[in-house]
């Protein structure tokens, strides 16, 4: 219920102060501080009774008012290259889940991974005054980031990594050398890489782990057994279609650098009359859902997704406290099937 004479307006401050016998900025700072600015804001008895009340008057802070006084609109804004990409849709998750948790909203739009789209759909979010940006479609070559350091606008990158700038990724140069080392343990000697955009570092770095340990191991890997391609089914059918005709005699494995990538090249090979798991063995990354419900079940690195965007949050939020934050890198783990499990 709401005090005397207020049953048609939200619960304000001064109802609770006036309630609670205190001055509305007491109130206020309880309510609207970190827990540490709240304990030197009233005793612990005084602040659990306007929490009580808050909560038995059903107050609710008002944003714009909360706006207008902190000059934070307690609001992320986020840019993917798109949303319909599943990877970037559960990080995404993990971004809003954990957003939520500490008392922000975000939205989201999607940049097509072009650098001018990117920098338009920055200024958009610029201009709706969000407290910072989680940036998802870092290019390697772009000039943005600098920029937006040069203008004091707070971000941090997730997916992709860019040295020097807070990020959230997975260990991606570490994932590529799982997949190199469980093919080499299989039995595998000539295989091959769909590497990717060169512009991502999810890319570059998945590409270069696999080449690096593959090499540690003794192996060889040739410039034409390299293909750089779309992060898309297309992209992967495209690439094997290539490897096929440039290697003689071809590889009898692929590693590929994104599970839709991997799902292209099962096509291509399937047109080539060869069976995953049987003819080719075949890895792929990120560990989607699709990649056990495949008519041969995908082997593929799994990267923590839903971890990355949550990470990308308390980064930020750091960040915006003026702390030093460093590139967090979180662990990925091979999940082995029907893909890649014979022994030559």
């Known amino acids: 219920m709401n005090p005397k004479g207020s049953a048609e307006r939200a619960v304000t401050l001064k109802d609770l102060a006036a309630r609670l016998g205190i001055h509305p900025s007491t109130v206020s700072r309880v309510l609207h501080s970190d827990s540490a600015q709240a304990r030197g ?3 612990a008895e005084t602040a659990l ?4 009340l808050a909560r038995e008057l059903g107050y609710s802070p008002d944003p714009q008012a909360t706006s207008l006084r902190t000059r934070r609109t307690r609001m992320f804004g986020v840019i993917v290259p798109r949303l319909s990409d599943l990877v970037l849709a559960i990080m995404y998750e993990g971004i809003e889940e954990a957003a939520a948790e500490a008392g922000y909203s975000t939205f989201v739009m999607n940049s097509r991974d072009d650098p001018e789209e990117e920098r338009r759909k920055t200024e958009i979010m610029l ?3 969000v407290d910072g940006l989680i940036i998802g479609d870092a290019h390697l070559d772009g000039n943005l980031l600098h920029d937006l350091t040069n203008r004091g606008v707070p971000f941090v990158l997730m997916n992709r990594r860019i040295e020097g ?3 959230a990724t997975c260990d991606d140069a570490l994932g590529g050398r799982l997949a190199a080392s469980h093919l080499w343990e ?4 000539r ?3 769909i590497a990717g955009e060169p512009y991502a570092s999810t890319a570059v770095d998945r590409t270069a782990g696999f080449v690096d340990r593959w090499r540690e191991l003794g192996g060889a890997i040739s410039e034409d057994a390299i293909v750089w391609s779309r992060f898309d089914t297309v992209g992967g059918r495209d690439a094997t279609e290539k490897i096929l005709h440039a290697c003689a005699p071809p590889p009898t494995a692929l ?3 994104n599970d839709f990538a991997a799902i292209g090249a099962i096509g291509t090979l399937r047109s080539h009359g060869l069976q995953v798991g049987r003819d080719m063995a075949l890895v792929g990354y990120n560990d989607t859902s699709l990649a056990s419900q495949l008519p041969i079940p995908l082997s593929s690195v799994h990267s923590p997704m839903n971890e990355i965007g949550r990470t990308a949050v308390q980064l930020l939020r750091r960040v915006l406290k003026g702390e030093h934050v460093q590139a967090v890198q979180l662990r990925p783990t091979l999940c ?3 893909s890649s499990a014979l022994q030559l």
Do not use: L, N, T
């Open 336 to 338: 082995v099937r029907e």
């Open 186 to 189: 299989k039995g595998h000697r």
């Open 191 to 193: 295989v091959a890489v």
């Open 165 to 167: 700038y807070p990020s």
């Open 255 to 257: 590693f590929a650098v």
């Open 127 to 129: 201009a709706r005054r």
């Open 49 to 52: 009774r306007v929490r009580e």
């Open 41 to 43: 804001a009233a005793s």
